[in-house]
């Protein structure tokens, strides 16, 4: 199989009545079958490549980012065992490409296992912060939304794009990024409210800015 896989926005998703299930063609692909890859690949190189761009927020670094996991699960897909869902691994997989390349270009990344408390472990009553943030909820700026996740740290901004994005639970989190149930929605909140600081920063930039445009302009109106 040639290593230029083509591009997320020129995948042809329509498949044949011929093509096989998805178990199937993980099968075939493990057989080495170059046709059943490439079906999983038009499968779930759309959603693979929403993951990278919201981790990277570059479309050129999330194409390689995507074109790399799919590499990955080329070579490694003979180790899918299938005690989780295909999806999920692959994101696992994704993920950890993502991460690496972030490693490399020394951003700081936000630990996910950092201590919390017993009762988020256990879900207990105390406080679930994992449930929907209202706060971010709002009328937004989407332009502002954007510019904020992107200088979320990077551990931060893998769980947020994962749940609050890519509408993943917290148990599937938790299997794609090899942390607890209970640190996935640790690192959630903590996102959040960096999230809704950085978002606040934004509007009071944009505030002051204004007030600067509006004396300019008096000035010479005067």
Request: glycine share 6%.
């Amino acid at each position: 199989m040639s290593t230029a896989l083509p591009s997320p926005n020129r995948v042809n998703v329509t498949q044949s009545p011929k093509s096989a299930t998805e178990a199937e063609a993980i099968r075939l692909a493990q057989a080495g079958d170059a046709a059943a890859f490439e079906q999983l690949y038009q499968l779930h190189c759309r959603r693979v490549y929403a993951l990278c761009l919201r981790m990277v927020g570059n479309p050129s670094d999330a194409e390689d980012l995507m074109q790399e996991a799919f590499l990955q699960l080329f070579r490694k897909i003979a180790t899918f065992r299938g005690e989780s869902a295909f999806s999920t691994w692959l994101h696992r997989m994704t993920v950890n490409v993502v991460l690496m390349r972030l490693r490399k270009k020394t951003l700081p990344a936000a630990s996910l296992e950092e201590t919390t408390e017993p009762d988020e472990e256990t879900g207990g009553p105390r406080k679930d912060i994992g449930a929907p943030d209202l706060r971010l909820s709002g009328a937004v700026d989407r332009v502002n939304l954007e510019r904020s996740i992107d200088k979320l740290p990077p551990g931060y901004r893998t769980v947020f794009v994962l749940h609050d994005v890519q509408g993943f639970e917290h148990n599937e989190i938790a299997g794609i990024m090899g942390c607890s149930v209970g640190n996935s929605k640790s690192q959630l909140h903590k996102a959040r409210t960096r999230l809704r600081e950085l978002l606040q920063e934004d509007l009071r930039d944009q505030a002051r800015a204004e007030r600067h445009a509006a004396k300019t302009q008096s000035g010479l109106g005067d």
